[in-house]
Structure formats: C-alpha cells, structure tokens
C-alpha cells in the first residue's frame, strides 16, 4: 500500500488522475475501519489532510462553501446561524472523537444512505463541487451524489472539493432514529428545511432508500396550505392535521428495507413521526422569532 | 515507511511502519506506548483516544502517516516520571472508584482531561456528552462521573496531585 500525502489540490488531483484507483482519506471514521478489519486493501491512500483548499469555509453571497475537510468539530463551531440544521445533523455524528475528524467530504465519499449530514444537505438544495485535473471543476446536487449504496457520481480521477450550503432562508431541522444517543448508525433520519423568501419547504430522507430521498409531495402540500392559509405573511399557528399530513406523505416518499437495523414498516412510521415533529419544531421556531423582531 | 511525529513534547521517529497502520498501531507496537488501549478498532469504545494537534481522536482511525509532524497526547504523557506515579485525573478515578477491569480507562482519562481543560467545572450533562464516545462495560459510569467531579473539584481548589503531566496546565 502506498501512502501519498499532497500539500496542494492540483498535486492531489494530478495523484488521483495518474491512480485512480488510489482511495482518497481525510477523517479516516470509515476508511480505516475498512482497513483495520481486513476489509479494504487500497494500492494507495491519498492523505487530503496537508491540502489547505479544501479547509476553507468562504462565504459568498447567498453561500456559504465548506471545504470538503472541514471537520464536523469546525462547522458545529463556525456555522451555527447560517446552517442550523446541517449543525443539528453534524452533532449527531458518532461521538466527540469522530466529529473532531470526520467531514462533509468523507460523508459524501463514503456514499452511504445513512449518512448522517445529506438528508438536510438535500433539503437545503446543496451540492458538491468536485475536481479533476483534465476536466476542472463541476457541482453535483447532493440529491444526485449517491448513485446506490456506497457507489456515487464521482468519477475515478475526481476529488470532491467542498460544498456549497445556501445560507439558511428560515428554520431548518434535523432527526434521527437510533439505538442509543452517541455512535450510531441511524434507522432513519430526517432533514427538513424551510425557505421563507422562495415560500418553499426542503426534505431530505436518509436510511430509508438506496440513495438519500426528497418528499417532493410533502413539501408542495405544506407550501400549498401555507399560502390558502396566508401562514407564509402571517406567521399564525400550524392548522390542524398538517403536520400529520405532511408525516404521512414523507413516509410514503420512502423506500426503506428491512434490515438488521429495522424493518421497513418501522423506518416509514419512524419517518412520518420524525417529518410531523420536524415540521412543529421548526415553524414555531420561526413563530417565536417573528414575535422576537414584533415586540 | 518512515513517521517523525512529537509523542508528549518529544518528537519521535517510527521506522518500517505499515502504510495502511493506524496511529494507534504505530504507538502501541512501534513507539512502545502501550497505555492506548486497542479495542475494537472501529471507532465505538474510545479506548484509544489521545489528543492530535489537541483534539481529541480515536488513535485507530488515524492513519498512521497522517500523524506525520503532529503532536500527539497520549495517557503516558499524563502521569508523572516515576514508577507508578499518576495524573490528578488518575487519581481521580482511582480514588473514586472509576476503574474495575481497567481496560477502558486510558481512553476516559484522556478525555476527561481534554475536556476539564476547556471546561474546569462541566455539568453532568455536558460530561456525558463529553464522554459518548467513551465506552465502560464495568463500572456503570457512576463512579466514573464521580471521578470526574473530583477531578474538577481538586483543580479548583488547587488540591490536585501535582507531581504529574496532568496537572501542569
């Protein structure tokens, strides 16, 4: 096994395009489970730590770029009241050890519909900037990241470089159901997002699907009884059955499986539950700052 | 391959090391650090924790050329020079009966000192959440956060051990 250690992204780029079949390690959380188990034999490594540009977080307009390096640690630190929820869900990683080194890169990377912070990365419409060195940049929308389970859209001499995470427009939350509260992997989770200037609302669904899901349904049915009910101007109470509503129709979005995790009649009721708390939570959320901002 | 990393303020070199090892290999076998205690390998126990660059992180999931030109914190830097001397939080648990089997207990001390460094008097609520990733199958974690109430106590009232690294800050 050979271990490669670039100190800039062109070097790293040039590594991966010259062996693509060199696997690419920041946090190490999964990879080096692979390895320490015998599961995984990479030819190469390539250390993504020394690359400074991928340890930034810039803010760019209406954006905020993390860098696909930047431990779940520093963005719980930094990014608190532009991205709420993806804070809400990169809390929820592991335990202190693991979010001091795991990253938005290696959730991406590692592909899995159990990742912890790309059901609100969905909601919140983010995508993945990635890089090769022949073909330069191109951003990927994190709904179309993973293709199936452990397999995603990056080609094999592209690194991914960060993520654009729109500023949050309104209240955002963030769930999941598991076995304990520290170091698991979750049975189902759930990101919600509210756009209060587009009048929209964003879902994303993780652990109950091939690939990370959006309740395109759920979210057109709260939008709709928002504005019969003029609830986008006048910030009133949810009206009855919406939120129940709305849980139902996220559960039906999903497409879970039965697995040593669960069944998959336990992740759609775990879902529904999780969407309809979700959807209290965070519109009174956004009901007590507008009272906040009136008084 | 070769590593040149500082291990508690000095630095070291690891000669022939597995590129595919972990950090936590490297201590144990190739720097004769035993004190971080390898468990599952996977990241769940925290018997391995140590501090890198000062946070605190499973030695097994870094790998082992990552640590190059770090600076790493492990249990042995924690208690004093002589044989059988501890730290304050060592003592801690000892005196409260924080350690049974004892195999868990290098990862705890580690992350009660990273944490009593940044919060000298934590509530029981931000202590198990500092500890999550910290797994004991003995003790119930009872005496444990007893432990770390001492520990937080006798660094107030500046009655910690002294004679230790734990105690320098």
């Not at chain 2, 990862?107 to 931000?126: C, K, Q, R, W, Y």
Request: glycine letters at 10%.
């Amino acid at each position: 096994m050979d271990f490669l250690q670039p100190t800039s992204l062109s070097e790293a780029l040039a590594m991966k395009a010259e062996r693509p079949d060199a696997t690419p390690i920041q946090g190490g959380t999964d990879l080096m489970v692979d390895i320490n188990f015998d599961r995984a034999r990479p030819s190469a490594t390539i250390d993504l730590n020394r690359v400074p540009e991928l340890m930034d977080i810039e803010h760019v307009g209406s954006d905020v770029w993390v860098g696909a390096g930047v431990p779940y640690l520093r963005i719980m630190r930094e990014l608190q009241s532009d991205a709420p929820g993806l804070c809400m869900a990169a809390r929820t990683v592991g335990s202190p050890q693991i979010r001091a080194r795991g990253t938005l890169g290696g959730n991406l990377g590692t592909a899995s519909p159990a990742g912890d912070t790309l059901p609100l990365l969905v909601a919140i419409g983010a995508t993945a900037e990635v890089a090769s060195s022949e073909r330069g940049r191109r951003e990927i929308p994190v709904r179309n990241f993973i293709i199936r389970p452990r397999h995603s859209a990056l080609e094999s001499d592209e690194l991914i470089v960060r993520v654009r995470v729109p500023k949050a427009r309104g209240p955002q939350q963030f769930g999941k159901v598991g076995q304990r509260n520290a170091m698991v992997i979750s049975i189902a989770s759930f990101g919600l997002a509210f756009d209060l200037d587009q009048r929209a609302v964003g879902t994303g669904i993780g652990s109950a699907g091939p690939v990370i899901l959006d309740a395109p349904e759920a979210n057109a049915h709260v939008a709709e009884v928002f504005s019969t009910e003029g609830l986008w101007d006048s910030a009133a109470p949810l009206p009855d059955g919406v939120a129940k509503r709305f849980g139902e129709l996220v559960g039906q979005a999903a497409s879970p499986i039965d697995d040593v995790r669960g069944t998959a009649r336990y992740r759609r009721h775990a879902l529904s539950v999780l969407a309809a708390r979700s959807l209290k939570w965070a519109w009174n959320e956004h009901r007590e700052t507008t009272k906040g901002t009136r008084a | 391959m070769k590593v040149t990393l500082r291990v508690n303020g000095q630095t070291v070199e690891a000669e022939g090391v597995w590129p595919g090892a972990s950090l936590l290999t490297m201590l144990r076998d190739d720097l004769e650090l035993p004190g971080s205690k390898n468990a599952c390998e996977q990241g769940e126990c925290g018997s391995c924790s140590v501090l890198m660059d000062g946070e605190l992180v499973c030695a097994c999931l870094v790998q082992a050329g990552q640590a190059e030109g770090r600076d790493i914190r492990t249990v042995e830097g924690l208690s004093g020079e002589g044989d059988g001397d501890v730290g304050d939080v060592q003592q801690a648990f000892l005196d409260a009966g924080g350690v049974q089997c004892g195999f868990c207990t290098p990862g705890f001390i580690m992350a009660v000192d990273h944490l009593l460094s940044h919060e000298p008097a934590p509530s029981d609520e931000t202590t198990r959440e500092a500890l999550s990733g910290n797994l004991c199958r003995c003790t119930g974690y009872e005496k444990i956060l007893d432990a770390v109430r001492l520990a937080a106590e006798r660094r107030a009232d500046g009655s910690a051990v002294a004679t230790t690294g734990g105690a320098q800050r």
